[in-house]
T-cell receptor, first 114, second 115 residues
Framework: SAVISQKPSRDICQRGTSLTIQCQVDSQVTMMFWYRQQPGQSLTLIATANQGSEATYESGFVIDKFPISRPNLTFSTLTVSNMSPEDSSIYLC???????????FGPGTRLTVT | GDSVTQMEGPVTLSEEAFLTINCTYTATGYPSLFWYVQYPGEGLQLLLKATKADDKGSNKGFEATYRKETTSFHLEKGSVQVSDSAVYFCALSDYKKSSGDKLTFGTGTRLAVRP
């Protein structure tokens, strides 16, 4: 398995500002992903974080709004830019390990935009 | 594209009742199938998985069998406990496609178990 931490665990932000969420894993992993879970909804994949190159975004998500970095095999950041109340969600980092090929999720970052 | 359909909740049961949560999928490749659970205030945890047809995943008394002929992966438990109250998500991943390990989730089913 993998132990994943996310910072911050929650935040309340004003519209128009940006928030960077960090994801740290305790071991090297093959793939890292960022998901969004809007209130009462299922999880939607935002992008695949690629080490040392630009992230791969899903339809409906763009780099200007959700810039992602992954400088090494154990760390990634997601920035939610120019926030609006519609961005209020839980943002989750997930990883696929080199050993089990299973996907593990971080505890999530609960974001509220006012 | 790939999709997962789950029965709508909430599902409310008395303790020791039998649980079934239906899940069907659509995929053009050869997906692996998963059940994830989200307990109140916690993150998503992998509950069980099956990687090929007729596989049965099991964990903590929960079971699900990968049925290719009916494209289903229904979750079952013979006797639920109050501690099983959570939201359950069915998901698939199609390793054969360029999407790699991306998970496609169902909408989730909330289970409430009464003492």
């Amino acid at each position: 398995s993998a132990v994943i931490s996310q910072k911050p665990s929650r935040d309340i932000c004003q519209r128009g500002t940006s928030l960077t969420i960090q994801c740290q894993v305790d071991s090297q992993v093959t793939m890292m992903f960022w998901y969004r879970q809007q209130p009462g909804q299922s999880l939607t994949l935002i992008a695949t974080a690629n080490q040392g190159s630009e992230a791969t975004y899903e339809s409906g998500f763009v780099i200007d709004k959700f810039p992602i970095s992954r400088p090494n095999l154990t760390f990634s950041t997601l920035t939610v830019s120019n926030m609006s109340p519609e961005d209020s969600s839980i943002y989750l980092c997930s990883v696929v390990t080199r050993t089990s090929y299973e996907q593990y999720f971080g505890p999530g970052t609960r974001l509220t935009v006012t | 594209g790939d999709s997962v359909t789950q029965m709508e909740g909430p599902v409310t049961l008395s303790e020791e009742a039998f649980l079934t949560i239906n899940c069907t999928y659509t995929a053009t490749g050869y997906p692996s199938l998963f059940w994830y659970v989200q307990y109140p205030g916690e993150g998503l945890q992998l509950l069980l998985k099956a990687t090929k047809a007729d596989d049965k995943g099991s964990n903590k008394g929960f079971e699900a069998t990968y049925r290719k002929e009916t494209t289903s992966f229904h979750l079952e438990k013979g006797s639920v406990q109050v501690s099983d109250s959570a939201v359950y998500f069915c998901a698939l991943s199609d390793y054969k496609k360029s999407s790699g390990d991306k998970l496609t989730f169902g909408t989730g089913t909330r289970l409430a178990v009464r003492p």
